[in-house]
């Protein structure tokens, strides 16, 4: 079995920044590519940021580029969300998200399809 806990979720005032964490646990299992996703109530739950494994290779949704940065810690099994200039339509509950390298799910990276495990998702808060 494989978890995905995430930490640093918050309340902020805009402008402030908030780092979320991503740990791996459980079972091994080799990832391909780790993501963060984002989710608002009635609505769809959106990418944010993706790290592949493979070639480090970073991605953004386009509302959070030069704000969010998403890394990795190889040895602690991590995935972080450094997110700063934070505004009101950032609130949200963050999910983590990990694809399989083994994966049978469609390769459509930016879609939560595509994600095998998930976390348990914590909420980010930003007022005005």
């Known amino acids: 079995q494989v978890q995905l806990v995430e930490s640093g979720g918050g309340s902020v005032q805009a402008g402030g920044s908030l780092r979320l964490s991503c740990v791996a646990r459980g079972r091994s299992f080799s990832s391909v590519a780790m993501a963060w996703f984002r989710q608002t109530p009635g609505k769809e739950r959106e990418f944010v940021a993706r790290f592949n494994w493979i070639g480090g290779l970073k991605y953004y949704t386009d509302s959070v580029k030069g704000r969010f940065t998403i890394s990795r810690n190889n040895a602690m099994n991590t995935v972080f969300l450094q997110m700063g200039s934070l505004k009101p339509e950032d609130t949200a509950v963050y999910y983590c998200?990990?694809?399989?390298?083994?994966?049978?799910?469609?390769?459509?990276?930016?879609?939560?399809?595509?994600?095998?495990?998930w976390g348990q998702g914590t909420q980010v808060t930003v007022s005005v």
């Open positions: 998200a990990a694809r399989d390298r083994i994966s049978q799910k469609p390769a459509i990276y930016n879609d939560s399809s595509s994600y095998d495990y």
